[in-house]
C-alpha cells in the first residue's frame, strides 16, 4: 500500500512535508485537494491520523486512518503468515553397504517415521576401505528401500556417489499415510 522511497513506514501527521494533498477519507472516498493542515484538522477533527500513503504522486496522496490500528492488523497478518508458513525439515538416516536384515528394518522403519512426520529424508550410504570398491552394493541397499517405500515416498535425488559416500533423497508423498492408516484400521474394527 505503501510505496515510500526512504523506508517503509509512511510519513504520519507533522510529518509529512508536502504543501498540499489528495485526501482520502477514513471510509475510501476521494475528497479532493487540501492544504496539508486543513487536511490535517480534518483527520484531528475526525480523532484520527493523517498518513501520506503515496510521497512520489503529484501532489502526494493522503488518507485519513486510524495509524495505529492499522499498523496492529498488518502485524497480526504477518504473524499469521508466518505461522501458516512450513519449514521442510531434511532428516539423515545413514546405511552401510553390507547392512544386516534387522538393521535394515529397523532404519526403514524410522525413515517411515520421518517422512509420516512430512520431512524429508537423505539416506546416505557410508563406505569404508574395501567396500569403495562395490557401490553396486551400497546402490543395490539404496534401490532395495527406494522400492520398499514406493507407495509413501518419490525420490527426489536420484543416488549420488560423494566421495566416501552416496547419498539420495526422498521425500514424502502427500495423503500416502492417511490411505494406510484409514486401510489398517478398517480390519480391526470388523
Known amino acids: 500500500m505503501f510505496d515510500i522511497a526512504r523506508n517503509d513506514t509512511p510519513?504520519?501527521?507533522?510529518e509529512i512535508t508536502?504543501?498540499?494533498?489528495?485526501l482520502i477519507g477514513p471510509d475510501g472516498n476521494q475528497l479532493g485537494l487540501f492544504g496539508i493542515l486543513d487536511a490535517q484538522r480534518y483527520a484531528d477533527d475526525q480523532?484520527?491520523?493523517?498518513?501520506?500513503?503515496?510521497?512520489?504522486?503529484?501532489?502526494?496522496?493522503?488518507?485519513?486512518?486510524d495509524y495505529g490500528k492499522y499498523r496492529y492488523e498488518q502485524a497480526m497478518k504477518d504473524k499469521q503468515a508466518r505461522k501458516r508458513q512450513t519449514r521442510v525439515e531434511v532428516k539423515e538416516m545413514k546405511f552401510r553397504p553390507k547392512i544386516d536384515?534387522?538393521?535394515?528394518?529397523?532404519?526403514?522403519?524410522?525413515?517411515?517415521?520421518?517422512?509420516?512426520?512430512?520431512?524429508?529424508?537423505?539416506v546416505t550410504i557410508m563406505f569404508?576401505?574395501?567396500?569403495?570398491?562395490?557401490p553396486d552394493q551400497g546402490l543395490t541397499v539404496l534401490e532395495r528401500l527406494q522400492e520398499d517405500l514406493k507407495p509413501?515416498?518419490?525420490v527426489e535425488q536420484a543416488p549420488k556417489m560423494e566421495g566416501r559416500n552416496m547419498h539420495m533423497l526422498l521425500a514424502p508423498i502427500k495423503g500416502a499415510f492417511d490411505k494406510k492408516d484409514t486401510e489398517d484400521e478398517a480390519p480391526e474394527k470388523a
Open 101 to 122: 536384515v534387522g538393521d535394515y528394518e529397523t532404519k526403514k522403519g524410522h525413515v517411515l517415521r520421518f517422512l509420516k512426520k512430512g520431512a524429508r529424508v537423505k
Open 47 to 65: 480523532g484520527l491520523d493523517l498518513v501520506e500513503i503515496a510521497p512520489n504522486a503529484n501532489p502526494p496522496v493522503c488518507r485519513v486512518m
Open 11 to 14: 510519513r504520519i501527521n507533522d
Open 18 to 22: 508536502a504543501r498540499t494533498c489528495r
Open 152 to 154: 509413501y515416498a518419490t
Open 128 to 134: 569404508r576401505g574395501r567396500e569403495m570398491a562395490h
